[in-house]
C-alpha cells in the first residue's frame, strides 16, 4: 500500500487524527498531574495537622510506647561509652555509669533470685561502698578501701542490727550490735590480737567486685562474759 501523497486530503485527514490523539493524551497526562498534586498537598496538610497538635504536647504522638532491646550504650558528644543498660553475663540486669576512660565507677544489678546491689567503684576498678539486699530481706553496707572492708553495717531477717569495724589489712577489730531481743553486745580487739572480751566475732566479708548483693550479712558478736 503506497502512502498517501502530501497535500492531499487524506494526508491532511490522518495528520488531524494525529494531532486529536496527541492532544488527548495531554489532557490525561495534565489530569493525573493535578491528582498527584492533591494526593500531595493532602498528605502535607495531615503532617502538619499532626505537628500542630503534637507539638504542645510534647511530640507524643511520634513517641513509642515502647521500645524493646538486649542492652542499650550510652555514649557522650565525643562517642566514648558512658553508660550501659542491658543484661549481664550471669543473668543479672544491670545499669553501669562510666567516666571519661570507660572506667564503670557505678553498678546497679538485680538478680534472677531477687538479690540486688549497688557498688561505687573507684579508679582501680576496686569498689568503695557496697550496699545490697538478699533474698532473705537481709541488708548489708560495706565500706571497703583498697579491696579490703573496712566497715559492715547490717540488719538480719530476724530484726538484729550489727556494726563490724576492720583495720586496713581487713582484720576485725570492734563490732557493735543489737539482736532481735534487744540485747546489745559490744566486742573490742587489742593491738596484739588479743581480745577483750570473750565474745566471738567473725571477720568482715569481703566486698563483692560487681554488687553488694553477693555480700553476706556480718555475723553478730556475742554477749562477753562477766
Known amino acids: 500500500m503506497t502512502a498517501p501523497a502530501p497535500d492531499t486530503p487524506e494526508s491532511l485527514k490522518s495528520l488531524t487524527k494525529r494531532l486529536e490523539e496527541a492532544e488527548r493524551e495531554s489532557v490525561r497526562v495534565r489530569r493525573f498531574g493535578l491528582v498527584l498534586m492533591a494526593c500531595g498537598a493532602a498528605i502535607v496538610g495531615l503532617m502538619a495537622a499532626l505537628i500542630l497538635v503534637g507539638y504542645p504536647r510534647g511530640m507524643g504522638v511520634f513517641t513509642p510506647t515502647e521500645v524493646q532491646a538486649r542492652r542499650f550504650v550510652i555514649r557522650d558528644a565525643w562517642g566514648r561509652t558512658r553508660g550501659l543498660v542491658g543484661m549481664s553475663e550471669d543473668g543479672a540486669s544491670q545499669i553501669l555509669l562510666s567516666d571519661t576512660a570507660g572506667r564503670p565507677r ?3 544489678r538485680v538478680y534472677g533470685d531477687g538479690s540486688s546491689g549497688v557498688s561505687l567503684v573507684d579508679g582501680a576498678n576496686q569498689p568503695r561502698l557496697v550496699l545490697g539486699v538478699l533474698p532473705d530481706q537481709s541488708t548489708t553496707m560495706v565500706l571497703a578501701e583498697s579491696g ?15 556494726m563490724l569495724f576492720a583495720d586496713r589489712k581487713g582484720v576485725t577489730k570492734a563490732g557493735l550490735g543489737v539482736d532481735q531481743h534487744g540485747l546489745g553486745t559490744l566486742t573490742l580487739v587489742d593491738r596484739v590480737g588479743g581480745r577483750v572480751d570473750d565474745g566471738a566475732m567473725d571477720d568482715p566479708p569481703a566486698p563483692s567486685s560487681d554488687s553488694a548483693a553477693a555480700a553476706p550479712a556480718p555475723a553478730r558478736a556475742k554477749k562477753p562474759n562477766r
Open 106 to 108: 557505678l553498678r546497679l
Open 148 to 162: 579490703k572492708t573496712r566497715a559492715v553495717f547490717g540488719l538480719t531477717p530476724t530484726g538484729a542490727a550489727t
